[in-house]
C-alpha cells in the first residue's frame, strides 16, 4: 500500500479503495480499518492457493 487510499494486494487477490465511500469493497461490504481489509486479502489469497492445490491433486 503506497498511500492510505490505495487499493490493497495479496498475491492474486486485489480490494479496490472506493474513494466515494472512503473504504475498501470487500464482498459487498466497505471497510474503512486497512489492517482489518489486509487480513481479509491475506484470508482470502490463503482459501484461493489452498482450493487451488486441492484442484491440482483431483487431476
Do not use: F
Request: aromatic content about 4%.
Amino acid at each position: 500500500m503506497q498511500e492510505p487510499s490505495s487499493d490493497i494486494t495479496v498475491g492474486d487477490v486485489t480490494l479496490e479503495y472506493n474513494h466515494q465511500l472512503r473504504g475498501w469493497n470487500c464482498g459487498g461490504r466497505v471497510i474503512k480499518n486497512p489492517l482489518t481489509v489486509q487480513r481479509i486479502a491475506e484470508r482470502l489469497h490463503t482459501r484461493n492457493t489452498n482450493l487451488e492445490g486441492q484442484q491440482d491433486e483431483q487431476r
